[in-house]
């Protein structure tokens, strides 16, 4: 980029003098460009002043109107700004605040969370500060009220930050659209979109600006004579990363990375302040643990994840930003945003997962532009050796991988609809422009539009009877649609948002209520009720689930025995030390292997020059495997078969992410049932799909078991039974507003048992409407997320002719890890009679 | 009181052990005997007293999906339907002489009137194939009665006493409805939730037999005064009804 000339103005000029600094030519291009009218998307590393560069146009555009008018003139919203983060509002309006009063600009900024008490939120609404920082949750309730095109269209600029994080989620969905409205009432605002560094860059611009939208616009157009939308503030230096050689034996499997503590623990003590990231709450509660263990010299390392309670994080945040703490063990709840001190050392425990991740994680250390951010990489297995090689290397070639751009999810739109309805009264063929629009729904059609405004005014079925109680109804002069009355666009306003989240409980400590003995009062020998003390934190009620009233588990890092359940409450108490704690099992982290990543460590496991930096243990087992099998080529898909124990077993090696692989193995297991194999289970990890019988299964025809049409007949019959199903059903029907996890009236529900009752309305749903739009929502929401299908659908694609066979006399090097995580893994659906059937066996058994 | 208690410290009422109720699994279903009367607990959801060729569901809640339409939430139209239609195949496939619907039978009074047609005939040719009773529930008032057949506040059938809501305090071969009870068994990690019948061998509890009946966890304290000493839970699985002690249950 040229470097603008552009002065700022006077004030603004010495504002930065004073502090010995000098605008960076980013922070003056956007200004440049906020001038000219334009929206600009800036990529930027962490660090690079970001967020300044996108409040500097707004700041210098509202100075003059403040000294005209003095704080109390009348206000009208100038600038918007939209983080996915509550805590990010926060702390930005924070960082504004200081320059805004230092510069005397005499400019109102406020946040609007769901924090905000109601009277603000009103005094907001009748006068609005100058500068809203607020949540796209909170923005989809302002376009649901009255006055919203009052509100907001005097609207100059939208900031959305972190937006590469927003774009390819279903709240990005829901935000797309809002921003769409905004147009509408304040058509000249410009956008300013602050982003990590990503892969697709155009379909961020067109996220941001309109699915019309390019990088370089043609000329002439309203975006700018032909110039670039994209802003890039100079990358960092390039990051120096290193993967842990551990001199410890590296295990086959697991993902503990136990054996590698003692050499990470040397490394933070080397270092001033080392983030430790690790894929799940579960590993973040092992790996404090296990530092604490070797941590000789007592060195200050803390814990901080999303299950522990806020004011426990609030603490450790702000004894990082006081400089008190040498290391942090977290998960991705530190990945975004806000920066909390002078972090030196970024060290990712496992697998990173994917590069973009691993960029943004290793971006969080060293904060200054022109120091190389270090980061240690410290694999757990054997072949999260290969990814994590696999991905330093992608990182410095600066290759990334990125989340595709997806199609908006239709339950957000009916959301939307709704909220549109209850704000300023709709034209159908407007709202279907609008929608159109944005990127997210560029492909919808305007039949599937209706289906949506029929789902919102009647619930979509074809038995027309709810045509008598229509949440939206239609002017009959205006044709304008608007919702039915008061305290149905109430009920829409308590439940906006995408975000559902899993259930969880919270952990107390509890105490015995009345142990202080009374005189008069004979001891009694029977204990006193426990009763719920001190809250710890949350956890996911699955976990609990799974254990028993006095199993031990790690939380906070402690160790705490289950007492037992109580409403939302999980009271535990504290277990001694020397007790073997029942540690979380580690059920994979929330983020699948990427394809990109994928495809490179397939490419290295088949590359031996590319190889001579791994460990030697990890070549002498990729070696030992070429000799007693064969190392496939990165498109070819091995498949091994062999016996063990009393068990057949058949193994391949997709590298494709454990979601698609679990669908695989799923329906593996089906065919191979129709094969007469009798399957009894499988399992699937990042790497591989083992599945197992009692018969041999090197006689199956391979080509026929891999065949694509597994994804036609069987997968069908398989989604009608799962789960997945229900789940994924669950939370279109919520979010879709068909049920509402929040209640008008007294009847209040609690999430559990708009959970059940929702999987009793998919039961009767799929028998009577199974085409409802609702039914494909959530079809389409699995074949994206949870089940991965579109993955699955190009390996198999992938793979058409390309199938290696090796029947084996016993099982092989790369076999070996797959096998130790073999565990009790019933065929689904089995599952559920299987639990039943136990607790009756019991009863059998004291019966006869 | 605690819901679950470390294992090692007994339920302090429970400390005195009394024997399982008398039951027994027969092919896909579950016999108790109550008052020497034998009662069927049928994988549906439904009770079979074949003394009396009596058939027992409660709860039915019918129109529950068009009672929150009525309110914004546009339920799927299809619950009453389904529940009939399930009442419908039982009473095919065992040929009751009398059908008792104990209480709750619409999930509002108004609900009759929001009956569709083909819903309403489906119903009414089966009131008229056998002595159809509506038990009252706190639900419906006495709307069910312009549709056919009998209400009655309680009805003696031998000597079992079918009401909707249970009463406080000993009651020896009672039938009733209203708690939706609910089990929750966990097992490999993971827990089912699933409907049950309740029964301590004086006293039975139904499960909410319409479509779109959720329900209330055995474990909750309302259940307690019912069963002072505990109950069996009669869990719906998929073909079969499975028992399990209350103890072996979780609590939500």
């Given amino acids: 980029m040229d470097v603008p000339t552009l002065a700022l103005p006077p004030r603004f000029e010495a504002w930065f003098a004073e502090r010995g600094w000098r605008p960076r030519a980013h922070q003056l291009e956007l200004v440049r460009r906020a001038q000219a009218g334009l929206s600009t998307l800036l990529i930027a590393p962490t660090g690079a002043g970001k967020t300044l560069a996108g409040f500097l146009p707004s700041l210098i555009e509202l100075a003059p109107l403040a000294d005209e008018g003095g704080l109390r003139r009348s206000h009208k919203l100038h600038t918007l700004y939209i983080s996915p983060l509550k805590a990010l509002t926060t702390d930005v309006a924070r960082n504004l605040e200081a320059p805004a009063h230092e510069m005397q600009l005499g400019v109102r900024l406020e946040t609007r969370t769901g924090d905000t008490p109601p009277h603000k939120r009103q005094r907001q609404r009748a006068h609005p500060p100058d500068i809203l920082l607020t949540t796209p949750e909170q923005l989809c309730l302002l376009i649901a009220s009255e006055h919203a095109r009052v509100f907001f269209e005097d609207l100059q600029a939208v900031v959305i930050d972190e937006i590469h994080a927003i774009a390819p989620t279903k709240r990005g969905d829901l935000l797309a659209l809002a921003l769409a409205r905004l147009r509408r009432w304040a058509p000249a605002h410009r956008r300013i979109g602050l982003s990590a560094t990503v892969a697709d860059e155009e379909g961020l611009v067109r996220w941001l600006l309109g699915a019309g939208a390019s990088p370089r616009p043609p000329t002439p157009s309203p975006q700018g004579e032909g110039e670039s939308v994209i802003v890039r503030a100079p990358p960092g230096a390039t990051p120096v990363i290193d993967v842990l050689d551990s001199d410890a034996r590296i295990p086959w499997a697991g993902h503990t990375a136990r054996h590698a503590m003692p050499e990470v623990y040397e490394a933070i003590k080397r270092a001033r302040l080392a983030l430790v990231f690790v894929n799940t709450r579960a590993q973040a509660e092992m790996t404090f643990q296990e530092l604490w263990r070797v941590n000789d010299d007592g060195l200050p390392i803390a814990l901080h994840h999303g299950s522990l309670d806020v004011q426990q994080r609030r603490k450790v945040e702000a004894a990082m930003a006081r400089g008190e703490l040498r290391a942090v063990v977290c998960t991705s709840t530190l990945d975004l945003g806000i920066d909390w001190g002078d972090v030196d050392l970024v060290i990712q425990i496992g697998a990173p997962k994917g590069c973009a991740r691993l960029v943004q994680r290793i971006g969080r250390a060293n904060h200054r532009l022109d120091e190389p951010s270090r980061a240690l990489l410290a694999p757990s297995n054997r072949f999260e050796v290969l990814e994590c090689r696999a991905a330093q290397e992608a990182v410095l070639e600066g290759a990334l991988d990125g989340a595709d751009a997806r199609a908006g999810g239709l339950d957000c739109l009916a959301q939307h609809v709704m909220g549109c309805a209850c704000g300023e009264p709709f034209d159908a063929d407007e709202l279907y422009e609008e929608v159109a629009s944005t990127a997210p729904y560029a492909d919808l059609t305007r039949a599937q539009f209706d289906r949506v405004i029929d789902l919102v005014a009647t619930g979509g079925y074809a038995l027309r009877s709810y045509d008598r109680y229509k949440r939206i109804v239609q002017d009959l002069t205006t044709g304008r649609w608007r919702a039915r009355n008061a305290s149905v666009a109430q009920g829409h306003r308590m439940n906006v948002g995408a975000i559902i989240e899993s259930e969880m409980l919270d952990v107390r400590l509890a105490m015995r209520a009345g142990m202080r003995p009374r005189p008069g009062v004979p001891k009694s020998d029977a204990p006193s009720p426990m009763t719920p003390g001190r809250r710890l934190g949350q956890i996911e009620e699955w976990f609990i689930e799974g254990l028993t009233p006095g199993d031990t588990f790690i939380f906070g890092g402690q160790i705490l025995r289950l007492i037992g359940v109580r409403e939302s409450d999980a009271l535990v108490v504290r277990a001694t030390a020397e007790q073997n704690p029942k540690i979380p099992s580690y059920a994979g982290g929330k983020f699948p292997l990427s394809t990109f990543l994928a495809e490179r460590v397939r490419q290295l496991l088949h590359d031996p020059k590319r190889q001579k930096k791994l460990p030697q243990q990890v070549r002498d087992w990729i070696k030992m495997q070429k000799r007693r099998s064969v190392v496939p080529a990165p498109d070819d898909l091995l498949i091994e078969t062999f016996p063990r124990g009393l068990k057949h077993y058949l193994v391949c090696y997709p590298f494709e992410g454990r979601l698609a692989h679990q669908t695989l193995g799923m329906l593996l297991s089906r065919r191979l049932e129709r094969a007469g194999k009798k399957p009894l289970g499988f399992l699937a990890s990042e790497y591989a799909v083992a599945v197992w019988g009692l018969d041999p299964m090197g006689d199956v025809d391979l080509d026929v078991l891999f065949d694509e049409d597994m994804l036609g007949d069987d997968l069908e019959s398989w989604l009608a039974e799962s789960t997945l199903m229900k789940s994924m059903f669950a939370k279109c029907a919520v979010i879709a507003g068909m049920i509402q996890r929040k209640a008008v009236a007294a009847d209040k529900q609690t999430g559990r048992q708009v959970t059940f009752s929702a999987d009793l309305i998919f039961d009767v749903l799929k028998q009577y409407e199974p085409d409802h739009i609702l039914m494909q929502a959530a079809l389409a929401d699995a074949g994206e997320g949870y089940m991965d299908l579109k993955r699955l659908g190009a390996l198999l694609r992938r793979i058409k002719g390309r199938l290696v066979h090796r029947d084996l006399p016993h099982v092989s090097p790369f076999a070996a890890p797959v096998m130790l995580e073999v565990g009790r893994v019933p065929i689904q659906g089995e599952a559920e009679e299987a639990i039943l059937e136990d607790a009756a066996s019991l009863i059998a058994e004291a019966m006869s | ?252």
């Avoid at chain 2, 027969?26 to 079979?48: F, I, K, Q, S, Y």
């Avoid at chain 2, 499960?207 to 109950?231: H, K, M, W």
Wanted: hydrophobic letters at 45%; charged letters at 25%; one cysteine or more.
């Fill in chain 2, 1 to 252: 009181m605690l819901s679950q208690v470390p294992k090692k410290t007994p339920r302090l009422r429970r400390t005195v052990a009394r024997p399982l109720p008398p039951l027994a699994i027969v092919g896909a279903n579950v016999e108790a005997r109550m008052c020497g009367v034998t009662v069927t607990a049928l994988p549906d959801g439904a009770l079979w007293v074949a003394e009396s060729k009596a058939l027992i569901v409660s709860d039915l809640h019918l129109e529950k999906g068009s009672s929150y339409a009525l309110r914004g939430q546009m339920l799927p139209p299809y619950d009453t339907h389904a529940t009939l239609t399930r009442v419908a195949a039982l009473m095919e496939a065992l040929a009751p002489e009398i059908v008792v619907s104990l209480g709750d039978s619409f999930h509002d009074g108004a609900g009759v009137a929001r009956l569709a047609e083909r819903d309403r005939e489906l119903l009414q040719s089966m009131i008229a194939r056998c002595d159809w009773v509506w038990v009252e529930g706190n639900h419906d008032g006495r709307a069910p009665e312009t549709l056919g057949g009998a209400v009655r506040e309680v009805l003696h059938l031998g000597a079992l006493v079918l009401r909707h809501e249970p009463t406080l305090g000993v009651a020896p071969g009672e039938i009733a409805g209203h708690l939706h009870p609910c089990a929750k068994v966990a097992g490999r990690g993971r827990s089912v939730r699933r409907r049950c019948f309740a029964t301590d061998g004086e006293r039975l509890v139904m499960p909410a037999f319409g479509a779109f009946t959720g329900g209330l966890n055995l474990r909750d304290e309302a259940f307690d005064p019912l069963f002072p000493d505990g109950a069996m839970a009669l869990v719906l699985g998929k073909a079969r009804v499975l028992p399990a002690p209350q103890e072996r249950l979780l609590s939500d």
